[in-house]
């Protein structure tokens, strides 16, 4: 007798009370299994990056260090 068999029968055996219970148990396993499907899915393939690939990509404002107007009331 397979285990799928032998689950169906110990399901009929069973009040419905177990039944639910098993229902619960069985929804929570397959969740857990797509979950664990999903985060084993193999990544792209990065190369890593050189430095300097992103020059002239990034820049900051000249008044990056100045004082916030934001914060002003803190500063005094």
Same mark, same amino acid.
């Given at each position: 007798?397979?285990?799928?068999?032998?689950?169906? $029968? *110990?399901?009929?055996?069973?009040?419905?009370?177990?039944?639910?219970? !098993?229902?619960?148990?069985?929804? @929570?396993? $397959? *969740?857990q299994?797509?979950?664990?499907?999903?985060?084993?899915?193999? !990544?792209?393939k990065r190369?890593? @990056?050189k430095?300097?690939?992103?020059?002239?990509?990034?820049?900051?404002?000249?008044?990056?260090?100045?004082?916030?107007?934001?914060?002003?009331?803190?500063?005094e």
């Amino acid at each position: 007798m397979t285990p799928k068999e032998e689950l169906i $029968q *110990a399901i009929e055996r069973s009040p419905d009370g177990i039944v639910q219970e !098993l229902l619960g148990v069985l929804k @929570a396993l $397959q *969740a857990q299994q797509v979950t664990t499907e999903i985060a084993t899915e193999p !990544l792209q393939k990065r190369h890593p @990056a050189k430095a300097g690939s992103a020059k002239g990509r990034v820049w900051i404002s000249d008044d990056f260090d100045e004082p916030l107007e934001d914060f002003k009331e803190y500063m005094e």
